[in-house]
């Protein structure tokens, strides 16, 4: 039996509702994506300030090569801590270089769903030769 008014809106309604679940999806899928290249830019960067101190370089020719290799991330949100530092190293003991950013999520429901920021922490250590 066929119904008085029809069922055309039915499928409006239904995409309407599975399309606002698609896109949150699809946003929360970008901003994970994000954080995790924001995680492994830092990582990388304290690979490399670590050989640059294993290899004789000061503690800043260590944040110099750390901030260089995250040039295209927030510089304020940085944090580099060189341990020990310079004058306390000695060959064959180990340098830890640790490099902490402040992502900020964004705006939205995401951003009000984890809390508006992460702290990405990537830490390495090498001997010092």
């Known amino acids: 039996m066929t119904s008085l008014f029809g069922d055309s809106g039915q ?5 309407a ?3 606002t679940v698609l896109s949150l999806l699809l946003l ?5 994506g994000s954080a995790l290249h924001a995680y492994m830019v830092i990582s990388q960067a304290s690979r490399e300030g670590a050989r640059v101190g294993v290899v004789g370089g000061s503690d800043e020719d260590v944040i110099q090569a750390v901030v260089a290799q995250c040039s295209h991330l927030d510089q304020d949100n940085l944090s580099v ?3 020990p530092s310079g004058s306390e190293r000695t060959r064959g003991s180990a340098l830890r270089v640790r490099v902490a950013y402040e992502y900020v999520v964004g705006e939205g429901l995401i951003a009000s769903i984890i809390g508006g920021s992460l ?8 001997r010092v030769e």
């Open 11 to 15: 499928s409006l309604v239904e995409f």
């Open 17 to 19: 509702l599975v399309i």
């Open 28 to 32: 929360g899928i970008v901003q994970v």
């Open 81 to 83: 801590q060189v341990i």
């Open 119 to 126: 702290t990405l922490t990537a830490e390495s250590v090498m």
